[in-house]
């Protein structure tokens, strides 16, 4: 009896630790892209998240935390871990980088700081609509990023999902959108907390970005997005770099050879 009762404790010790924050007993699995490296992979706060140890890590702890498609064009990924950075992510994509997102990726990065010893300032990379929660925590965060990396990311909700403008849009995925922000179609046009108006405590910050895109890109255009940041930021004294892919669209993301980028993080660092 006495065994059955410690059992049935324990069962429930883990279930109440997995609410709280992440399982008690750590996944190490071989994940399918970053094969050649250790991987965790893990529960926080009831959802998928995950960490990539590099091999050696950097002297200055440092680590870049990717807002979304975990694994899709991996290239600038794989080059930063092997430079010792650690690689983090925690899914919250059906939450448009609304404030209980942000509430969730503040205590996602005290864990990582405290769990593993991680830089104090980490660099953020927002692929498409990760471009949402990268702009909107580190608007509110500024001292704890190093640099931004955008790669066709949505800066304007309007415009992606929205389709307001001259993207393609998607209904469905636009009224989750809403949702999530406690919006309507008509509250949304002069809603404030999105990444073309929240950019100022990262230029007087003097975080630098760079963002990708393609000049044919119709579901979250250029000109909506990357282009409006880019003017707004560079005219608040801020820095950011621009890379055109001519020809391109939407996909694919990142470069065949991420140098570029990783040469914009790594100077960052100066």
Known sequence: MIKK??????????????????????????DSVFVEYRIREFNFEGRDAKIVFPKKRHEKDLWVWRARFWGHEPQFDKALIEK?????????ADMFGNNEAVGIWNRFYEYCRSKYRLNEKVVLEGMSRGGLIVYNWGSKNPSKVLAIYGDAPVCDIKSWPGGLGKGKGHAETWKRCLDAYGLDTVSVLDFKGIPVNNYEPLAKAGVPLIHVYGDTDKVVPFEENSAILAARYRAAGGSMELIRKEGVGH???????PSPIVDFVLKALD
């Open 84 to 92: 010792g950075f650690h690689l983090v992510y925690v899914d919250v």
């Open 5 to 30: 009762l410690f059992l049935l404790y324990f069962v429930i010790s883990q279930i109440q630790t997995s609410c709280n924050g992440t399982r008690s007993i750590s996944e190490e699995r071989e």
């Open 251 to 257: 996909h694919p993301h990142s470069l065949q050879d």
